[in-house]
């Protein structure tokens, strides 16, 4: 089963993996996060990304918030392209799709990841009962001030 590690600005890596323990209980195991808090010298954060990728022993998805930022540089240091690959614009959606296909290849669980991703951001359209909301309340206007 494929490892999921989050690195990302503090304390976005925590908080998303904490969201997906409130979805998933179950995948506690399979996922991991590492805050890069502002001080840290990236030497340091390397290694311990190092640390924590090899703890798992298995092919591994890594997700950082934002590309060519600290968090996404010191994941690049640890991406091979055969066992971990490297998604950067993580956000809630592609963490959940990704612990959903943790089972999958990691080639699959890649593109999973990047559809859930991209398909949890949308425009919510309006409503028409809140449009006739306000045609009813300029009609009411109008009609007052005849």
């Known amino acids: 089963m494929n490892h999921i590690l989050i690195i990302a600005h503090a304390p976005l890596a925590s908080a998303l993996k904490a969201c997906a323990l409130h979805v998933f209980p179950d995948c506690n195991p399979h996922v991991s996060a590492m805050d890069v808090p502002p001080n840290m010298p990236p030497q340091e954060s390397v290694a311990q990304a190092r640390v924590l ?8 998805l890594l997700l950082t918030d934002v590309f060519g930022a600290t968090p996404s540089n010191i994941a690049k240091q640890l991406t ?12 809630l959606p592609m963490l959940l799709r990704a ?9 699959v669980l890649v593109q999973r990841a990047l559809a859930g991703g991209s398909q949890g951001v949308m425009q919510v359209a309006v409503t028409a009962p809140q449009n006739q909301t306000l045609k009813n309340h300029d009609s009411n206007d109008h009609q007052s001030q005849q």
């Open 80 to 91: 091979d392209g055969i066992r971990t690959r490297l998604l950067t614009g993580v956000n």
């Open 99 to 107: 612990v959903t296909y943790r089972h999958e290849s990691l080639d």
């Open 53 to 60: 990728l090899a703890q798992q022993g298995s092919d591994a």
